[in-house]
């Protein structure tokens, strides 16, 4: 199961395959906020309301274990239209 999925609709957070974790660290040493944890051998997301999505943690990690999933928006022409 991949963790952090429940907290998309409200405040997103990085998504974890513990399949892929290792367990390297790599992505709790480089966020900024302390975010992130490594718990019984896997990265978790420790503090989600501590995240800032500032990817870091995506792009450093070797094994793509971690993400961040971004929901697409469609707006009607109603919404967009400028006057
Ligand atoms: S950098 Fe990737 S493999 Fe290493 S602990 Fe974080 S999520 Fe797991």
Redesign the pocket.
């Known amino acids: 199961m991949i963790q952090g999925n429940r907290r998309l609709a409200e405040q997103p957070v990085p998504l974890?395959d513990p399949t892929?974790?290792?367990?390297?660290?790599?992505?709790?040493r480089v966020c900024p906020t302390g975010a992130?944890a490594?718990k019984d051998g896997?990265?978790i997301v420790a503090t989600p309301e501590a995240c800032n999505y500032t990817g870091l943690?995506e792009a450093?990690?070797?094994?793509r274990?971690?993400r961040r999933p971004f929901e697409i928006v469609v707006l009607d022409e109603k919404t967009t239209k400028v006057e």
Do not use: F, N, W
């Not at 892929?20 to 709790?28: E, S, T, Y």
């Not at 450093?60 to 094994?63: A, G, K, L, N, Q």
């Open positions: 974890i892929r974790c290792d367990g390297c660290g790599l992505c709790v992130l490594v896997k990265a943690c450093i990690c070797p094994t274990a971690i």
